[in-house]
């Protein structure tokens, strides 16, 4: 009988000897990064400037009508990152694929999105698509936060269509080859 005791009280202090603290990945561990926009003046290159009510949202992200077209969104939900505001900076979230694999994103970024909403026939907002293509790289974090993406070889175009309001576009020389956080401006839009 006190064999069996000092036996169990063997097996307890090598549990709770083994046993780690839990694996809880911490708030301030940098994961998988989005890509920071932030639109600038295109006169005053230097000089934020904000799109009038302008709403974003990915390619492919909307409900489909009866005929297969997107529905444009009439309200913020879940497929907009930005919906009839005023802002000067976006953080677009990036697909993540498989390692090494070329991965093209569209976002839609509709500028004046009000005049699409009133009841104006003669008003409309305008809508320009930026086209995004990058490749995958996973990177350990930790035990607790598993893997992050980070993304590399940038590159941005903007399809052109008859009314941009998008002038220019630049990723800024620090990212282009390495997003890895969202500590700085990743890409400038000029309008």
Known sequence: ????????????????????????CPASTQTTPRLIVEFYDASETDELLN??????YGDG????????????PTVSSDATLLFNEIANSVELPLVVGAEQELIT?????????????????????NIDIIEI?????????????????????????????ADQWITNIEIEETTQALIENENTTHVRIYH
């Open 1 to 24: 009988m006190n064999n069996y005791k000092s036996l169990i009280i063997l097996l307890i202090a090598l549990l709770l000897l083994c046993c780690e603290r839990d694996d809880i």
């Open 51 to 56: 799109v009038s009510r302008i709403t974003v």
């Open 61 to 72: 992200l909307l409900e489909l009508d009866g005929d297969g077209n997107p529905i444009e």
């Open 105 to 125: 994103t569209r976002f839609i970024l509709e500028k004046d999105t009000d005049l699409r909403l009133d009841d104006d026939p003669l008003t409309n907002s």
């Open 133 to 161: 293509s990058y490749n995958t790289e996973f990177v350990y974090v930790s035990r607790a936060c598993g893997y992050k993406s980070n993304f590399k070889s940038l590159g941005i175009a903007r399809v052109t269509d």
